[in-house]
């Protein structure tokens, strides 16, 4: 008796939960004084139900090692420099080389050792002594470090989108590496898709160059300087681009970047940045040094804003001002605060799911549920009368608890999910005609109600246990390994086979318990 009082509170709380988490998603329910005191979860609907973009991206790889074998150059240069050995600035060439100038011949055995000691990428394709005394290097990359490069530029660009995505506030999106350098990206309920690829595509390079100002970027340029294109906002929201001659040392990047966030001058936004510790010193000593003199913020290779340093800056804050819109300036925060990707990326593909494609699908999965559910309850009374009548009332609260799983775990609503939450009914059903037969076995050989229960409870559980086990391990492989809407069947088809393991036989039994406490007939039993 004690033992169905604690069974009773059990099953009452799993009930009043999943009532809680199953309500906001029903429409009645959203926006009604009652979602006020319920969880603000709801169901998620895929790709294939609520419509949205599909996207195959392309990551430039070969660009990304462009760059990164320019930043390689850089390096070599400066760790050669603080043992005294000089080159001339390294250049990336043709085939993923780098070459470099070593001025000293006499130090050709010391800089190779540096190369040997501290640049295990690079190799030694070749060298050549020059007249003047200078040798010149050809380095390459090695296999070892193409595949490294190429798996960590991936792992990086999916990282990045994501974080950018997750900003945006799209829920549950699909990103996923496929061969070679390909990204597929799924987002369903996006309502704005140029906006979204935009975002996903920026690369977000932030930088910091000084201004040359002794240059005239109608003439020739001096060594170590660059013309690039200073934007500007006209009022017929276009830009308009003027050239700027910037120093190629870029001084300051956007790695350092710990929050990005939109601010306000005179009604005019702008996008503020927060740097690290580390970024914070560099910014600091770069502003005390270079007072009076003008800094560009580059973004993109474009000059957004290049304003005169008028004293040293402390604290880790700078400012990016370049008349953006409220839009754009949230954009660039949300992109800058995300990261930056390792190269520039392609749209392959793109495709739109509408809306209506997505409404007439659930309309024709839930049309669906409901037949095969009500002839289901219809057969279960005729054929084992009350008993029937206790595995419809199960059957009802295992959908409810499978909806309220999906919306308490944060789960994906696809059609293929539909289909599974369909097979769920009938494992249920399947799971309480084990038992029932059990139960007539039982009362057949002459048992009482109570004892052909617990006989027919015990024997039927087991084999319910081990048929329910071996589905779990399918449905865990096809969410490893499938897409997203088979993910979608696997997550329903695995939280369905937990719900209704626990209403099939934890809470079934108590109703059967319940039934035949009271009943002066123990011989006989509405099964």
Do not use: C
Not at 139 to 163: C, D, L, S, V
Not at 331 to 337: E, F, K, P, T
Not at 453 to 468: M, P, S
């Amino acid at each position: 008796m004690q033992s169905l009082r604690w069974r009773i509170i059990i099953a009452l709380t799993v009930l009043v939960l999943g009532l809680a988490y199953m309500l906001p998603s029903l429409p009645g329910v959203q926006g009604s004084s009652l979602a006020k005191f319920l969880p603000g979860d709801s169901i998620n609907l895929g790709l294939d139900l609520k419509g949205g973009i599909h996207l195959t991206l392309g990551v430039d790889l070969d660009t990304a090692l462009e760059n990164n074998l320019d930043r390689i150059g850089d390096d070599l240069k400066a760790v050669a420099k603080e043992d005294d050995i000089y080159l001339l600035r390294p250049t990336v060439m043709p085939g993923d080389k780098i070459q470099a100038i070593l001025l000293k011949k006499e130090q050709q055995e010391a800089f190779e050792e540096i190369v040997k000691k501290n640049f295990e990428s690079l190799k030694i394709d070749g060298t050549e002594a020059m007249d003047d005394g200078r040798v010149r290097y050809v380095f390459g990359i090695t296999t070892e470090y193409r595949k490294y490069f190429t798996k960590m530029t991936m792992e990086q660009a999916i990282k990045t989108i994501r974080n950018r995505i997750d900003q945006f506030g799209v829920a549950e999106p699909d990103i996923r590496r496929q061969e070679g350098n390909r990204i597929q990206i799924q987002l369903p309920g996006i309502q704005d898709p140029e906006r979204a690829i935009k975002l996903i595509g920026r690369t977000a390079h932030l930088e910091f160059k000084l201004v040359d100002e002794t240059a005239n970027p109608q003439g020739a340029l001096p060594p170590g300087s660059a013309i690039y294109q200073m934007q500007r906002r006209l009022a017929n929201g276009t830009y308009a681009e003027s050239p700027i001659v910037l120093k190629k040392d870029t001084v300051l990047t956007g790695e350092f970047i710990t929050n990005a966030y939109v601010s306000y001058d005179r009604n005019v936004p702008y996008v503020g940045i927060n740097f690290d510790n580390k970024g914070s010193r560099i910014f600091e000593r770069l502003t005390g040094d270079n007072v009076g003199k003008r800094m560009a913020i580059v973004l993109d290779g474009k000059v957004y804003s290049a304003p005169t340093i008028q004293d040293k800056i402390s604290g880790g804050r700078a400012s990016i001002t370049g008349h953006f819109t409220d839009e754009e300036a949230r954009d660039l925060a949300v992109v800058l605060r995300a990261g930056s990707l390792p190269a520039p990326i392609n749209i392959l593909e793109q495709r739109t799911v509408g809306p209506s494609l997505g409404q007439e699908s659930i309309d024709k999965g839930i049309q669906s549920a409901y037949i095969g559910m009500i002839a289901v309850l219809v057969f279960m009374v005729i054929y084992y009368g009350i008993a029937g009548a206790i595995a419809d009332l199960v059957l009802v609260l295992n959908i409810m608890l499978i909806m309220a799983g999906l919306a308490a775990f944060g789960a994906t609503l696809t059609l293929p999910g539909i289909a599974g939450i369909i097979l769920t009914i009938g494992m249920a059903v399947d799971a309480n005609v084990i038992i029932f037969e059990r139960i007539r076995e039982e009362l057949r050989r002459g048992l009482t109600a109570r004892a052909a229960i617990d006989e027919g409870y015990g024997k039927a559980t087991l084999t319910i246990f081990d048929a329910n086990v071996t589905t779990v391990i399918a449905a865990v492989i096809l969410y490893n390994f499938g897409t997203g809407p088979i993910r979608g069947f696997a997550v329903t088809l695995t939280l369905g086979i937990i719900t209704s393991m626990f209403t099939a036989i934890f809470v079934s039994r108590i109703l059967f318990d319940a039934y035949v406490k009271n009943r002066a007939d123990s011989t006989k039993l509405s099964i």
